[in-house]
């Protein structure tokens, strides 16, 4: 079965300090790789994907994905992260018919 | 505005007591999901719906049913909730084929 893995529960990081969060895909065919993030008390919001073509993908507020296909990564990135950018952030890759799976999450804590 | 719409919010009930959760979108989306999220599991997907009266099990589907009468609407049914029913449930929608799903902001359900 697919499996999407997100090694890192929590990344405790320092205002203005860049940042990457890890993602891992397992599928072997086409793939099609979601980064979502959730504020505290909302639902899924998509920052970025994945469906075909550069494998840099630029998303919103800053925030920018490299496929890597060789290594099975899709790990998230932003040069210089916000107090607002605290959240839990969601690496998704749809296996078909509409189903995500989901990563377990990372959440970002972002101190000044 | 483009959204979805999950109803209640929150809800405390008990062991066996029938419940209903709406999912309303308005965005004449063909494809809806159920999913439910976890601590240290991140989301599962329980029910999809490619269309109405279309409907299929996702991987968690155990003591859930849905139905999809109308294209805007997809409820979810717990028939004889159970404490391990306790959880953040979210509704997505989309237009199908690998498009992003849109999410609603959360049904957190504790069943006591």
């Known amino acids: 079965a697919q499996s999407v893995t997100q090694l890192d529960s929590q990344v405790p990081v320092f205002e203005e300090a860049p940042v990457e969060l890890r993602c891992n895909y397992s599928?072997?065919?086409?793939?099609?790789l979601f980064w979502y993030v959730q504020y505290p008390n909302q639902g899924l919001q998509l920052l970025l994907k994945?469906?075909?073509?550069?494998?840099l993908v630029k998303g919103i507020n800053g925030f920018e994905a490299e496929f890597n296909k060789s290594q099975t990564s899709f790990h998230l990135r932003k040069p210089s992260v916000h107090i607002s950018d605290t959240a839990e952030y969601f690496c998704?890759?749809?296996?078909?018919?509409?189903?995500?799976?989901f990563g377990t999450g990372t959440r970002l804590l972002v101190s000044p | 505005e483009a959204q979805v719409t999950q109803n209640p919010r929150y809800l405390i009930t008990v062991t066996g007591k029938k419940l209903t959760v709406t999912c309303s979108q308005n965005?004449?989306?063909?494809?809806m999901s159920w999913y439910r999220q976890d601590p240290g599991l991140g989301l599962r997907q329980i029910y999809y719906?490619?269309?109405?009266?279309?409907?299929d099990k996702g991987d968690v589907p155990e003591g859930y049913k849905v139905s999809r009468k109308e294209k805007r609407n997809f409820p979810l049914i717990l028939e004889s909730p159970s404490p391990n029913q306790t959880s953040l449930y979210f509704c997505?929608?989309?237009?199908?084929?690998?498009?992003?799903?849109?999410f609603g902001d959360g049904t957190r359900l504790s069943i006591l």
């Open positions: 997505a929608s989309s237009t199908g084929g690998r498009g992003p799903q849109h």
């Open positions: 599928s072997s065919v086409s793939v099609y």
């Open positions: 994945y469906l075909s073509g550069s494998t």
């Open positions: 998704a890759e749809d296996t078909g018919f509409q189903k995500l799976v």
């Open positions: 965005m004449n989306h063909e494809y």
């Open positions: 719906s490619m269309n109405v009266e279309v409907t």
